[in-house]
């Protein structure tokens, strides 16, 4: 057996797993992000050792270390210019490690291994073309043409989320106004469903608020799908935009397939099913070719760290 090994630094917490031939994680370990940089890429190595230490594996064994990390990477230097999460700025990521691994190093947006994942294990397996959009605080995205990930000139591209939807639209958390995100982010949600409620005192979203403590992301797909008229207009609403998204993304690249995840993407059938009816209207030439598989991505959070193993083959 051949193992890989992947890991997924998040703001909070590093991830580590050993990933087995059949793509599953056979080993996983997660440790605290500590406070500086430094310190944080000594706790990752420290991690892969003892990861790999509890399966008897030695790092020589491994084809390389594979990182997700938040943030844009310059693929032709290994450096991280920028990370909103880990708040690390232009430091040389790929040059620190390579202290601890005598192995190669590479480094990667945490989206774009999730995608890079999808396709080596998960809803995408098999496929050459795929758009993956990840519908969470923010929204995030990662592009795979012809089997090989495209992160864009200098890693910063790629940015799904930062297209325009509308023009001169809602403020963006990136600075330009009316981008995707501020629209089909779970964040912009909330916002949607907590106008509503004030519109509308009689829906039953205040009834949920009421019993759930706060709004979430799930209160109006909640709502809806227990027949509250209002949470049902909120969620179409959402649901045009996240279509009109994916029709532009379709238009430009014509995937195989776009993956929908993130924590919105747990509202299952109810939200592909609004997706699918939406999707005619957005779609290019949609009379003569229709439009791409949509499905929702399946490996979850383990995308980004089996994603991150195989980054020798990105
Ligand atoms: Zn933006």
Redesign the pocket.
């Known amino acids: 057996m051949k193992y890989r090994v992947g890991v997924d630094i998040g703001g909070t917490t590093i991830k580590v797993g050993v990933v087995d031939e059949n793509n599953n994680i056979v080993k996983r370990c997660a440790v605290d992000t500590p406070d500086t940089f430094e310190k944080s890429m000594k706790a990752l190595a420290d991690a892969v050792y003892a990861t790999i230490g509890e399966l008897g594996l030695k790092i020589e064994d491994f084809p390389c270390v594979g990182i997700g990390t938040p943030g844009s990477i310059s693929s032709e230097t290994g450096r991280l210019v920028f990370s909103n999460n880990t708040n690390w700025k232009d430091v040389p990521m790929a040059e620190e490690l390579r202290k601890y691994f005598p192995v190669p190093v590479f480094i990667n947006n945490d989206a774009n291994c999730a995608v890079m994942g999808e396709a080596v294990a998960g809803a995408a397996k098999g496929r050459k073309h795929v758009i993956m959009l990840t519908l969470g605080t923010?929204?995030g995205g990662g592009i795979i043409i012809n089997g090989k990930l495209f992160a864009g000139g200098d890693g910063v591209g790629a940015?799904l989320?930062?297209t325009?939807l509308f023009h001169d639209g809602y403020p963006?958390?990136?600075?330009?106004p009316?981008?995707?995100?501020?629209y089909a982010s779970a964040t912009a949600l909330i916002r949607q469903t907590k106008e509503a409620m004030a519109a509308h005192p009689e829906s039953a979203m205040n009834k949920w608020v009421e019993e759930n403590g706060k709004v979430s992301g799930r209160c109006a797909f909640d709502c809806a799908m227990a027949g509250d008229p209002v949470a049902n207009e909120v969620v179409d609403t959402y649901v045009s935009y996240i279509a009109n998204g994916i029709g532009s993304l379709v238009n430009v690249f014509r995937p195989e397939i776009v993956l929908i995840g993130g924590g919105i993407s747990n509202s299952g059938d109810f939200l592909m099913n609004k997706i699918h009816a939406q999707m005619p209207k957005y779609t290019f030439a949609y009379d003569v070719v229709g439009y791409p598989a949509i499905e929702r991505a399946t490996l979850g959070n383990d995308a980004g760290i089996i994603g991150a193993a195989y980054s020798d083959q990105m």
């Open positions: 923010g929204v940015e989320g930062h325009v963006c958390t990136c600075g330009i009316g981008c995707l995100e501020a």
